[in-house]
């Protein structure tokens, strides 16, 4: 592994991380599930701002043959944003093919 100069591992390094999640393909979209994941609220794409009422909701996307969801609340007055971390799904596929 290399290093970024100051002697850590590149993979520590955030602007590292930031040009792999770049380079690696995004998912297609993703789902928004009522909490309990029962009922589609919405569906949506990365980049494109998706309006939603206060509450919680479920957030689920399939990506290479992984399924990932996260549990997260939108609030009054406020925004909320869900950042995806491609490292996290890499690792995930990885794992999967061992």
Do not use: H
Request: hydrophobic share 35%.
């Amino acid at each position: 592994m290399g290093e970024n100069g100051m002697g850590k591992s590149l993979e520590d390094c955030p602007q590292w991380r930031r040009l792999r999640c770049a380079a690696m393909k995004a998912p297609p979209g993703y789902e928004v599930f009522d909490a309990k994941g029962k009922k589609q609220i919405a569906t949506g794409k990365f980049g494109v701002p998706l309006k939603l009422k206060q509450g919680q909701y479920l957030f689920k996307l399939k990506w290479q043959g992984i399924d990932c969801s996260q549990i997260f609340w939108i609030n009054t007055a406020g925004r909320t944003s869900i950042t995806l971390d491609a490292s996290e799904l890499e690792r995930r596929v990885r794992d999967k093919g061992k």
